[in-house]
């Protein structure tokens, strides 16, 4: 394998590797100027020691180092599982909030400085999480990833378990902006379609976004939906929604993401360079390509030259824990808080 390294402001693009190391080809499109990160997949993970080798691994690419995700939210959408906490599906939380509110925002604080810290640990800057869509009953591909149908619970939970995630040393991504709950069709197959008005939206979707951006919510993922009352383009191609209402109206200064380019609700955009291109023009700051191997060249032979913002790259940057699980065992916060994951998932059979 090279060890030629790319220096330089990183690129608006993050994208996926095929495996558990990384081959010399992967290597050279990593160091692609326009590349700024890497979404790891469960099947780039056998092991935590395997898992910090091929982060290092990432990190040796560039300079300033590439970012490095995964969905590791909990419950179904856990990336990495064997010699990693469980962690529950946030609907458990919710649950656990109707019993008793300040308990529940405990025990969110908790799993989320237990998920921060083993992924810290392995060298993953963050995960994107949390999930903020309200629970409508409506929406398989979400279901019990959401945390509640009451827009306050899912503003105080989340905003605990942002709280957890800050304190492990990991920033925070909230999705799927402005709310992927309502609608019964999954976007990763469909172009889903939300026709309600824009007051009945602001009045339960947009709330734990107005509360969390104001407590720091590092970062956002727009929806691929569309809205027609709004906007006739998905919210993740929309000017009006991530420029005017959530940058504008709403203040939010941090990272926006694209969702999932080669999902089927970005198709209305065009082609992979064509919907790079729209989510960047309406405001994303970086766009992700995943499982689309194809793609990949097309995509970074035709997007034109640019860079991320550099301040909001750097407040995505995880903090530097001593590499390896084993090394959090050391740490009395960490062992606490692993005890009362393991307290309340014992409390929810």
């Known amino acids: 394998m090279s060890e030629a390294r790319a220096v330089g402001a990183l690129g608006p693009v993050m994208l996926d590797v095929a495996g558990l190391e990384l081959v010399e080809a992967e290597c050279e499109v990593l160091r692609h100027p326009l590349v700024g990160g890497v979404i790891l ?45 469980r962690i529950p599906p946030m609907r458990r939380l919710g649950e656990a909030w109707d019993r008793n509110r300040a308990e529940a925002c405990k025990a969110a604080r908790d799993i989320a400085y237990v998920l921060a810290s083993e992924l810290l640990a392995c060298g993953v800057d963050f995960s994107f999480t949390p999930v903020l869509d309200v629970d409508f009953g409506e929406s398989g591909v979400i ?17 605990a378990l942002i709280a957890g995630l800050r304190e492990a040393g990991m920033a925070s991504v909230g999705k799927h902006f402005p709310g992927h709950g309502y609608v019964r069709a999954d976007s990763h197959l469909a172009v889903p379609v939300d026709a309600r008005p824009y007051a009945e939206i602001e009045a339960a979707d947009l709330l734990p976004y107005r509360e969390l951006i104001k407590q720091g919510l590092s970062s956002v993922m727009p929806a691929h939906v569309i809205y027609p009352e709004i906007d006739a383009h998905p919210a993740g191609f929309s000017a009006q929604w991530l420029q005017q209402i959530l940058r504008g109206q709403m203040g939010f200064d941090g990272m926006i993401f694209s969702d999932d380019l080669s999902m089927e609700g970005a198709s209305v955009a065009g082609g992979v360079v064509a919907r790079a291109q729209a989510a960047l023009a309406a405001g994303c700051d970086m766009v992700l390509l995943c499982n689309a191997p194809g793609a990949t060249g097309e995509l970074l032979a035709g997007l034109p030259s640019s860079v991320l913002n550099q301040r909001r790259a750097e407040a995505m940057r995880g903090a530097r824990l001593a590499p390896g699980l084993e090394a959090l065992q050391s740490i009395p916060r960490f062992s606490l808080a692993r005890a009362r994951l393991d307290r309340f998932v014992a409390s929810q059979a």
């Not at 290092?56 to 179904?76: K, N, S, T």
């Not at 149908?149 to 989340?158: G, K, V």
């Open 41 to 85: 997949f469960s099947r780039n993970y056998s092991s935590p020691k395997q898992l910090c080798a091929l982060t290092a691994a990432i990190r040796a690419q560039r300079q300033p180092e590439l970012l490095i995700a995964v969905d590791h939210e909990g419950g179904r959408v856990q990336r990495f599982q064997q010699g990693f906490s």
């Open 143 to 159: 279901g019990d990833r959401a945390f509640h149908a009451n827009p306050e619970a899912i503003s105080q939970l989340s905003a």
